[in-house]
């Protein structure tokens, strides 16, 4: 809702990542009804008293959100103050017809038992899903400005937030490279300095888009208990001479302020392109300025600086942002593995009306697809569930059968990626840089 105030924004954020904590969820509701979206609220209501049925404070919700008389018990008579009686309460002229009967309390045993029956299991594996990581979306986390307390700070940092690599579903293969290359060190200061690790260096992502590059980052940085800085080409380029390169260094000055941080360069060929194959010298100058910061000039001013980038196109990036010492090490992420499906269809069908849906025979069926393609695919067979009910005037739940029609609809978005790869990894793996991405191709045969 694009007119809905930034906290409204940030509470539906928090009650996405957190679904089953029910304070948050009724603090949210309130806010909905208070700003007058009541049918939203009343489903938020719903949706509370599913993780906690009975609950007290979800039933008054819910009824007040439906316009019905809060269910709120009147105030116990004090020993100054004896209870009225009906009697009392009516004035000496009045009649019983004068006073209107307080209307009927709303009968929630009676509405639940009467719905009890009509909504079957909603998965056939039982699982409940606590726990499940997706991959490909983003935990939201405060944002907080740094800088002087007087100043406006153009950067905003996210503070320490809640995601590890154990909330990113399946992808063991990425956990492990993550750390042995670049976790590992970072956690064990005196077995670094043992082996002389240097911590100079970042990591670079690369792989089919939508795959959850971003989501990963955001973990990396949470297992270092550490500050998450996005930076984009937008947030860099300016139209006056200098200016793109100041926010450079400004970007970085901001993170060695809040160390430990970690700057994540996303979409890196846009930012740090081949300067061989620009024709503005200003976009070579911003290369050329990330370079000198990630070198940190001094010595040690980039301590407790970790960078990460992501790119779809790896061979594009300029080779003096790759040298040593810079972002050096790769790390390939491919589209989501079968546990990381269920996990994702999870996640995107947790609000919607569905029943008895195997998330297995799904996720077999959907090999290769990415983050963004299982949502396309919740979302087809949701609307296929919508006009079918539409026509009939009844209600029907999404079911397994209009999710593998949507999926046997839907072409991976990875094809076309691994098209393009596949002549890279065979005709320009200088120096074995796409060594992982070539075993992968000869793993599916794609070679």
Not at 89 to 97: E, I, Y
Not at 148 to 176: S, T
Not at 421 to 446: C, E, I, P, S, T
Request: aromatic share 4%; glycine share 8%.
């Amino acid at each position: 809702m694009s007119d809905e105030s930034p906290l409204l924004r940030s509470l539906r954020a928090a009650v996405a990542a957190a679904p089953a904590d029910v304070p948050l969820r009724l603090h949210f509701a309130e806010l909905l009804l208070a700003e007058g979206h009541h049918d939203e609220a009343v489903g938020q209501a719903a949706a509370a008293l599913q993780h906690a049925p009975g609950d007290p404070a979800a039933r008054d919700l819910m009824a007040r959100a439906m316009g019905l008389p809060a269910q709120t018990p009147p105030p116990p008579p004090t020993p100054s103050t004896p209870a009225a009686t009906p009697a009392d309460a009516m004035p000496a002229d009045a009649t019983p017809a004068d006073v209107p009967a307080d209307p009927p309390a709303f009968d929630w045993a009676a509405a639940e038992q009467e719905v009890a029956d009509l909504v079957g299991p909603r998965f056939t594996d039982g699982g409940d899903g606590a726990g499940d990581g997706v991959a490909g979306l983003e935990a939201p986390l405060t944002s907080t400005g740094f800088g002087d307390p007087g100043d406006a700070d153009a950067w905003d940092v996210d503070a320490p937030g809640a995601v590890r690599l154990a909330d990113v579903g399946g992808m063991r293969e990425v956990k492990e490279r993550l750390e042995a290359a670049f976790l590992a060190p970072m956690r064990n200061p005196e077995l670094r300095r043992l082996y002389g690790k240097s911590l100079r260096g970042g990591l670079l992502l690369y792989g089919p888009p939508g795959c959850g590059k971003t989501f990963i980052a955001r973990a990396v940085a949470g297992e270092l208990g550490a500050s998450f800085l996005s930076v984009s080409l937008a947030d860099i380029l300016d139209m006056y001479i200098g200016t793109s390169e100041r926010n450079v260094h400004d970007i970085f000055e901001t993170a060695r302020r809040q160390a430990p941080c970690v700057v994540f360069l996303d979409e890196l060929d846009a930012l740090g392109a081949k300067r061989s194959r620009m024709h503005h010298s200003g976009l070579r100058n911003v290369v050329n300025q990330l370079l000198t910061e990630l070198d940190g000039v001094d010595g040690d001013r980039n301590e407790g600086v970790f960078v990460l980038a992501a790119t779809n196109v790896p061979w594009d990036v300029d080779l003096a942002l790759r040298r040593p010492g810079r972002l050096d090490r790769t790390l390939l992420v491919l589209p989501p593995d079968a546990p990381a499906r269920e996990a994702i269809l999870r996640y995107h069908l947790r609000e919607r009306p569905i029943e008895s849906v195997d998330l297995g025979r799904i996720a077999k069926a959907t090999e290769d697809f990415s983050g963004a393609d299982l949502a396309h695919v919740c979302e087809s067979a949701a609307e296929a569930a919508l006009l079918d009910s539409a026509r009939t005037g009844t209600i029907r739940m999404i079911s397994t059968r209009d999710l593998l029609q949507a999926a046997k609809q839907i072409k991976p978005s990875s094809e076309s990626w691994f098209a393009s790869a596949r002549n890279v990894a065979m005709f320009a793996n200088d120096g074995g840089m796409y060594d992982d991405l070539l075993a992968h191709l000869k793993k599916k045969r794609k070679l």
